[in-house]
């Protein structure tokens, strides 16, 4: 539909890492295209309801078959999907606001002065390695704050992982999945398995997370794709940030 053109226009803007982290007044600028592509994402969401679930669609249906007296589910099965269409918006929602959201309290005290220091020395250990958890334990009082700022860390609930909402989870796999490209050793999958027995996460749930890898890798033709595509708009559309 061509209405979908602006909208995915606005939602790609959100990609734009660079204008996403920056000061706050391209923050600002993104927060109000992901928060005009909701709006449009809503509207076109009940336009296509409405016109699913209008009575002479099923009423057709049935003419064309000649079965002017049986019962059609199509009417059913449409609510149906506008139900699940408007709990998908809502994970969309809070997704994309988490997207914008993300990590910010690493951009100011107390958090900026110490991530200052350790990042660097981060980025040449081992994830989980003796080092590493030394450089942690000397990087407390920023990272007590942090996991008190930002819920898609276990550490950030009373209960860990079993306090975490979908949500929290996804937001925390992506973050996993882009910490181990920080990392010369950077391996998501040994990265599942230390923070498994780190956090006590069951098999059930370590087992997702092996299953969803492959959706995020790289490789995965639909990224490289999207990566494409997002390439191409970002070049057509240079005065979205103003550095570029």
Same mark, same amino acid.
């Given at each position: 539909m061509k209405q979908l053109g602006p909208i995915e226009n606005r939602l790609e803007a959100s990609l734009k890492f660079d204008a996403i982290?920056?000061?706050?007044?391209?923050?600002?600028?993104?927060?109000?295209? *992901? !928060?005009?592509? *909701?709006?449009?994402?809503?509207?076109?969401?009940?336009?296509?309801?409405?016109?699913?679930?209008?009575?002479?669609?099923?009423?057709?249906? !049935?003419?064309? !078959?000649?079965?002017?007296?049986?019962?059609?589910?199509?009417?059913?099965? =449409?609510?149906?999907?506008?139900?699940?269409?408007?709990?998908?918006?809502?994970?969309?929602?809070?997704?994309?606001?988490?997207? =914008?959201?993300h990590d910010f309290s690493k951009k100011h005290p107390p958090e900026s002065d110490i991530f200052d220091i350790y990042t660097p020395k981060l980025k040449g250990t081992t994830y989980g390695s003796d080092k590493y958890k030394r450089y942690l334990t000397e990087m407390k009082p920023a990272l007590d704050h942090h996991y008190a700022n930002n819920r898609h860390h276990?550490?950030?609930?009373?209960?860990? *992982?079993?306090?975490?909402?979908? *949500?929290?989870?996804?937001?925390?796999? =992506?973050?996993w999945m882009a910490a181990t490209k920080r990392h010369a050793d950077g391996d998501i999958i040994k990265s599942i398995e230390i923070n498994g027995e780190r956090f006590g996460i069951s098999e059930q749930l370590k087992s997702i997370l092996r299953n969803t890898v492959e959706v995020l890798e790289d490789t995965n033709p639909h990224i490289v794709s999207s990566q494409h595509d997002y390439r191409e708009w970002r070049h057509k559309n240079s005065d979205f940030h103003p550095n570029e």
């Open positions: 982290n920056g000061d706050s007044y391209e923050r600002s600028v993104v927060a109000s295209q *992901i !928060r005009e592509a *909701i709006l449009e994402i809503r509207k076109l969401r009940k336009e296509i309801i409405k016109e699913a679930t209008d009575e002479s669609y099923p009423r057709d249906w !049935r003419k064309e !078959r000649k079965m002017d007296d049986a019962y059609s589910s199509i009417p059913e099965t =449409c609510a149906h999907i506008g139900m699940v269409a408007k709990y998908l918006g809502i994970i969309e929602h809070q997704l994309l606001v988490r997207e =914008c959201e276990p550490e950030h609930h009373e209960n860990g *992982i079993n306090d975490m909402n979908l *949500i929290d989870l996804v937001e925390m796999f =992506c973050d």
